[in-house]
């Protein structure tokens, strides 16, 4: 199943390398992983998405939360939380195609940020699977290069 | 006022009582050994390896419960110990290691002696730090020693570059810690607690296994006292024996791969598993969808971490054994009644164990030539009844478990998880630096001594008067057993007696073999220990007592034990624990050979 773990940890150098070792160490999937501070400069934000069963995820947050520093475990899994990706697409096209990618930009509510003479960049910030089915889409085309952010993630605010 | 970090560094030593601590110097260590010069608070104790350096000072820690404290240079001096980091973390001995560094600018430029001690110990300890900053040293050192004896305790490294030791800056070191990140969680929930007693006095046939996380004096001692009220049998992992004396009338033994037919039966029949600080390892479990099937399961540790990790837990509590053990029996006071009604259950249930561990002993084998080794074992307890005994890993390990008397906590350092080859010796040296007024004896095989026999050195220069006793079988026996058992006799790379010349495939040891390499008896005395052979029977007492005898150095006593003697029972790795080959000749499960 796949889960959203979001980790408060010490904005100090070498905590990502604890994290990713914990994951290869123990042999536990890692999907994807985003870093970024916090609004607060001694703190980072950690945003994991891992494929895992009930009993490993168990031990994978169990873990976490034994590291020194990490502050904070949230697992998103099950929250009402927000969850989104930025993906940055080129695509070599001809001119005479380049009405099909405006069209399907149109619907996935996606930026076209680069025009070349045979190509387009693409830029969409979207859900997971948005982001994935726009790129099965563009698959039908020829795509030269892929930049996926990874996932951030945070809960959505109390009603 | 201003002072350098290495004079902060041994002020912060004399803050956290340190008395020993186990040192090797190099290039950027150097600063360090001279403020240690210095002072007198701290006595410095010089090993001839940073791996044995480690052992030392992990001896120390599990036989005193103080923190052990090491101190080497960069680059070598700091990946050698990376054995013993694991070793004693494994274990949960808390250990505090400051490994020099090279001056912060010349980190990442492949400088002399540098290594990157942060990424290469990340996976291996608790914690680890850098010290980048001056101004962060004492905070940082503070927080090491925290970590290193709170919670579950473990290995902390403090990393220093030569630039911060330097430097000068601030001489206070502070009196309080304060990590957002870490709080361990000491108490055991009250209420659980209650249920925890409910059910072990509605249970039938309870069991309590008892680990490492309750060896020690506070623990084992209140669980000895709690045991006295109730008719429950003990069983114990390897770390946790001499938590409950071996004599102890509920006391059944060690359960596992070489555990003893009752201890492993009873977990399989038991309908209450209690288990306290154990970790269920695999040694212990074998397969563990057999393991205490029938059993409802609860489990009290400091690590939530193994809680459900290996076993799935009925009921769990997380906090310090002994807190628990503690407000267990304040809670068990009110409930006299129920124990009552539960005592003649329970007695009977414990006879019947009793009645299995009488029936299926573990057996002194005769040796035919040699010495049998349980024999030995079973002397050295008698002349040493309150000795610490430190062993290695590997066959001699398991008899010590199985044959020997212990009678009190942190009595029996051994290498339980990592299972470190050539931890006896080192430890034995810590063991005897931490406790001055007791003995302390070694049991090593030939093979593991060998790993860190320069450390006779460290000994007879300390005046230690250990016992070091070398079963000598000539074979890296544990493996040589395996290949006995599932590999067709295949000695492959394990006959130490093994020279050029002797024939490709050899399994047939005999009187005509090439001479062993090293003499020991010699190596002993050219270090300035003594050293003895052993070889017949009657032979091991007076051996022991002239070892005795010695105050001032240590006494090496080689036994030459029968070359191909087995550790029985055996559970064939993977298997069931149920199903237990109890002697010589008892044919192996297919299958059964895994790692």
């Known amino acids: 199943m796949i889960r959203t773990i979001s980790l408060l940890v010490e904005n100090n150098p070498g905590v990502l390398a604890r994290i990713s070792g914990l994951f290869s160490g123990k042999f536990y999937n890692m999907e994807s992983l985003t870093v970024g501070v916090t609004n607060d400069p001694t703190v980072s934000r950690i945003t994991i998405i891992c494929d895992n069963t009930d009993k490993e995820f168990e031990q994978v947050k169990k873990q976490l939360n034994r590291l020194v520093d990490v502050i904070k475990v949230t697992d998103l899994s099950n929250l009402k939380s927000i969850k989104k990706e930025l993906a940055l697409i080129k695509v070599s096209i001809k001119k005479e195609h380049r009405g099909d990618i405006f069209n399907l930009a149109a619907v996935y509510h996606c930026d076209i940020i680069d025009v070349g003479g045979n190509s387009m960049l693409l830029q969409i910030c979207d859900k997971y699977d948005r982001v994935n089915d726009l790129i099965r889409l563009l698959s039908d085309y020829n795509i030269v290069e892929i930049a996926r952010s990874g996932i951030v993630a945070m809960e959505g605010c109390a009603k | ?595």
């Open chain 2, 1 to 595: 006022m201003a002072v350098t970090g290495a004079r902060l560094f041994t002020k912060a030593l004399a803050a956290e009582g340190v008395e020993i601590i186990f040192a090797y110097p190099g290039g950027y260590a150097i600063q360090l050994f001279d403020e240690l010069y210095k002072q007198s608070e701290v006595k410095l104790v010089l090993p001839r390896h940073e791996q044995a350096l480690v052992h030392e000072a992990d001896g120390y820690a599990r036989s005193t419960g103080k923190v052990g404290v090491c101190l080497v240079t960069s680059g070598p001096g700091a990946t050698n110990t990376v054995t013993g980091l694991a070793t004693a973390n494994f274990d949960s001995v808390p250990i505090v290691c400051f490994t020099g560094q090279v001056p912060i600018q010349q980190i990442g430029n492949d400088a002399f002696q540098e290594a990157d001690v942060i990424g290469i110990t990340n996976s291996i300890v608790k914690h680890n730090f850098i010290v980048s900053e001056r101004k962060d040293l004492g905070r940082i050192i503070k927080e090491a020693f925290h970590i290193a004896r709170s919670g579950r305790p473990g290995v902390v490294v403090v990393d220093l570059p030569v630039n911060v030791v330097k430097e000068l800056g601030d001489d206070t070191y502070p009196a309080q810690v304060k990590i957002r990140g870490y709080k361990p969680n000491e108490k055991g929930h009250k209420y659980q607690i209650r249920k925890a007693c409910d059910e072990l006095l509605a249970a039938k046939k309870p069991v309590f296994l008892i680990g490492g996380g309750v060896n020690n004096n506070e623990a084992g001692g209140s669980f000895t006292e709690l045991v006295a009220v109730l008719n429950v049998p003990v069983i114990s992992s390897l770390l946790g024996i001499g938590a409950v004396p071996c004599d102890n009338e509920n006391y059944v033994g060690m359960l596992g791969m070489h555990g003893c037919f009752a201890a492993n039966k009873a977990v399989c029949d038991c309908d209450l598993l209690f288990a306290i600080g154990t970790r269920f390892n695999d040694r212990i479990t074998g397969q563990v969808d057999g393991f205490a099937k029938n059993a409802r399961i609860v489990h009290i540790d400091i690590d939530p971490a193994a809680i459900s990790r290996n076993i799935t837990v009925d009921l769990p509590i997380v906090g310090d054994t002994a807190n628990v053990i503690q407000e267990m029996r304040r809670q068990l006071e009110e409930l006299t009644e129920k124990i009552n009604e539960a005592a003649p259950v329970h007695k009977e249930w414990l006879g019947q164990v009793m009645k299995w561990k009488e029936e299926n002993p573990i057996v002194v084998v005769e040796s035919k030539k040699l010495l049998s080794p349980m024999k030995v074992i079973r002397q050295i307890s008698d002349i040493f009844p309150d000795a610490i005994i430190t062993t290695d890993v590997g066959q001699h390990q398991m008899w010590t478990a199985q044959f020997g008397m212990f009678r009190s906590p942190r009595s029996l350092l051994t290498s339980g998880g990592l299972g470190t080859m050539g931890f006896g010796l080192p430890s034995a040296i810590g063991a005897q630096l931490g406790n001055p007024e007791k003995r302390v004896v070694n049991i090593s095989g030939d093979g593991g001594f060998q790993m860190n026999s320069q450390e006779l050195a460290t000994a007879v220069v300390e005046g230690l008067p250990l016992v070091i006793c070398v079963f000598n079988n000539n074979y890296l026996g544990m493996v040589r057993q395996w290949q006995g058992l599932f590999y067709d006799k295949r000695y492959s790379g394990t006959c130490l007696r093994r020279r050029k010349g002797c024939p490709l495939r050899c399994n047939w040891p005999d009187e005509n073999c090439p001479e062993y390499s090293p003499n020991f008896v010699k190596l002993a005395e050219a270090y300035g220990a003594a050293g003895l052979r052993v070889m017949k029977d009657e032979d091991i007492a007076p051996a022991l007592l002239r070892a005795k005898e010695e105050t001032g150095r240590p006494t090496l006593i080689e036994f030459m034990i029968e070359r191909e003697f087995n550790v029985f029972p055996m559970v064939p790795s993977g298997g069931n624990i149920s199903d237990m080959l109890l002697e010589e000749g008892m044919a192996a499960k297919e299958g059964g050979a895994q790692a």
